[in-house]
């Protein structure tokens, strides 16, 4: 089997090393994202996907900002049999489609047909979801519409973040492909169409996104809280200045102050989840409240409220959002 992979971030790492394991089976062709500048030297870096192709000899590495006609020419002389897409990044035209007898496989980390879009981990955090997973699907030109080869599922942890379940979801996709690839292409699985009626979307985050509203129940914003990390992170002003909040844990308890007001918590053990964690700060929500535990004033890093207590007097008796 010839396999041309398409994919970027940290994602999809372990797909392709799926298909580079694979027995009787090759990956010829690599396509990825550009190198792009990063960190505080700007120098630029290779995606985490060319990286490992690179350390594994793959022998084609093509690094189009968008797949063209002469990106599908390379391609076609290398006689794929079939394409795997982990979040490449980029948009697959018909013509390119086509070279692959087998079609091409995209491996979406959600339980399609529900959450289709960009921010799928995310979105199913903030829905409440109790699991998510990785499903396997072929590509067609709506997006994260084709049908459903096979799927992975996961349970969503109460601490999870998007970045934790990200990591989850990305190591049952790959274990879930190199099961699936060798009896693909030997005909042995037929896909299924989704179901139009349980389609739900999952649009691109913006910064703006992560701002809270106190208003909202304690639960809804923990969970925002955890769906927004690593990005765009969960904030709030106060003093007029972001103050992002990294992790937090709701209770089921009414404070009879205003939404967003800072209130002394009790020194109560938080649950064993959170070892050694204690109430140590409140925030008033619509409904119930939220007992911060990871804090982040501009240009300081983050700290636990333990810390950030001992230097802020004035904090509790605030009221964040103001």
């Known amino acids: 089997m010839r396999i041309v992979f398409f994919g970027s971030p940290e994602y999809a790492v372990p797909s392709l090393r799926a298909c580079l394991d694979l027995v009787n089976a090759e990956v010829v062709?690599?396509?990825t994202q550009p190198d792009r500048p990063r960190g505080r030297s700007g120098a630029a870096l290779a995606t985490p996907v060319k990286a490992l192709a690179v350390e594994a000899g793959v022998a084609t590495i093509l690094q189009p900002e968008r797949?063209?006609?002469?990106?599908?020419?390379?391609?076609?002389?290398l006689r794929p049999d079939v394409g795997v897409v982990a979040a490449s990044g980029h948009i697959l035209p018909s013509y390119l489609l086509a070279l692959f007898p087998h079609r091409v496989l995209n491996i979406h980390a959600s339980l399609l047909p529900r959450h289709r879009g960009a921010s799928a981990v995310a979105s199913a955090i903030l829905a409440g979801d109790a699991e998510s997973g990785a499903t396997i699907m072929e590509v067609v030109r709506e997006v994260d519409a084709g049908p459903i080869v096979a799927q992975a599922r996961i349970p969503i942890g109460p601490l999870d973040t998007t970045d934790t379940l990200t990591e989850h979801i990305a190591e049952a996709g790959a274990r879930l492909l190199a099961d699936v690839l060798p009896r693909w292409g030997a005909g042995a699985i037929t896909s299924i169409p989704q179901d139009a009626s349980l389609v739900t979307f999952a649009p691109k985050l913006a910064k703006e996104d992560g701002r809270i509203d106190w208003s909202h129940s304690a639960t809804a914003i923990d969970r925002a809280i955890r769906a927004f990390q690593p990005w765009p992170t969960a904030f709030t002003t106060y003093r007029g200045e972001p103050l992002t909040i990294h992790a937090a844990w709701p209770l089921?308890?009414?404070l009879d102050v205003l939404p967003g007001t800072v209130v002394a918590g009790d020194g109560v053990p938080l649950p064993s989840l959170l070892p050694g964690r204690t109430v140590r700060a409140l925030v008033a929500c619509g409904e119930g409240a939220l007992a911060l535990l990871d804090i982040q004033r501009p240009g300081k890093r983050a700290t636990p409220i333990e810390a950030y207590l001992n230097g802020d007097r004035t904090f509790i008796g605030s009221r964040l959002g103001a």
Not at 67 to 77: K, M, N, S, Y
């Open 29 to 31: 062709a690599v396509v």
């Open 67 to 77: 797949v063209r006609r002469d990106t599908a020419e390379v391609l076609g002389a």
């Open 252 to 254: 089921a308890v009414s």
